[in-house]
């Protein structure tokens, strides 16, 4: 089987029971790192519902994800453009960073839009100043293609997956498998994630564990974006919160006048 990153030659490492049922086969890729299930058949089923059952952490992902992103763009990107979060799922995240103050809009061709109404894309030409793509790869049967496409949307793209471990962990040792949900089919490293960067001409930022940045035209310091990642945690968020508008009451209005009309 042929990765799907660079093409190369990939082997069969383990198998693995998905959805409590299907018998699969993983493949490694030696030359970027990269690692796949095989032909992912079973998608239809797993996504029968577009959130796994078991995601619990829903919530409180979105919501760390929307104070990360909140430091990230105050200090490093221009703050008033407008974001686009792809792969948005039920809106939670878009609702979260327009509640913060920050202009974004929705885009998830697998999902129902419930809490982001009215704030869905409105033209895929439109060039957004960063995209975000929160717990997204590893659910690409295509991985080059849906990079491809987020490329189209911007050449910023703040995202999160989890790092392939530098010794692969075996099945029933890393929850990351999700083998109960059936959704995750691609798997990371971080030599994966430079080669990515290296194919498009882009910089990479990472904290080399879940949380990464590729940008086109803007070379940013790793120590910076590192560094901002442990300022948040320290409460700089906090800090980003009072100095920018939120946008509930001006959504709000929005929509009613939309309504009106």
């Known amino acids: 089987m042929k990765c799907k990153i660079c093409g190369n030659e990939t082997y069969n490492i ?3 029971l998905i959805l409590n049922k299907n018998n699969i086969k993983y493949y490694y890729c030696d030359y970027c790192g990269f690692l796949q299930t095989e ?3 079973w998608l239809k089923e797993a996504y029968s519902n577009s959130i796994s059952i078991t995601d619990t ?3 409180s992902r979105n919501i760390g994800s929307s104070k990360i992103t909140a430091v990230i763009l105050y200090f490093l990107f221009k703050k008033f453009s407008k974001f686009l979060d ?9 609702r979260l960073m327009r509640d913060i103050g920050f202009d974004f809009y929705w885009y998830d061709p697998q999902s129902t839009n419930l809490l982001a109404r009215g704030f869905e894309i409105k033209s895929k030409s439109y060039k957004y100043e960063l995209i975000t793509a929160f717990e997204v790869f590893e659910h690409f049967a295509e991985p080059i293609k849906e990079i491809e496409s987020m490329i189209q949307f911007s050449d910023n793209i703040l995202f999160s997956t989890e ?4 010794t692969l962990p075996k099945t ?3 929850w990351y498998y999700a083998l109960e949900s059936g959704q995750h089919i691609s798997f990371y490293s971080y030599r994966t994630l430079k080669y990515i960067a290296q194919k498009y001409n882009m910089n990479l930022c990472s904290n080399s564990r879940n949380y990464h940045l590729f940008t ?4 940013i310091n ?4 590192n560094l901002l990642l442990k300022l948040q945690r320290l409460g700089l968020f906090f800090y980003v919160k009072k100095k920018i508008k939120s946008l509930t009451i001006d959504d709000m209005n929005f929509l009613i006048s939309k309504m009106k009309n």
């Open 222 to 225: 790793n120590k910076i974006f």
């Open 163 to 166: 790092i392939l471990p530098s």
């Open 39 to 41: 032909e992912p058949y």
């Open 216 to 219: 086109k035209n803007r070379k």
């Open 14 to 16: 383990f198998s693995a």
């Open 86 to 94: 792809f792969g948005g799922g039920y809106g939670i995240f878009t």
């Open 57 to 59: 952490g829903i919530m």
């Open 172 to 174: 029933e040792e890393w």
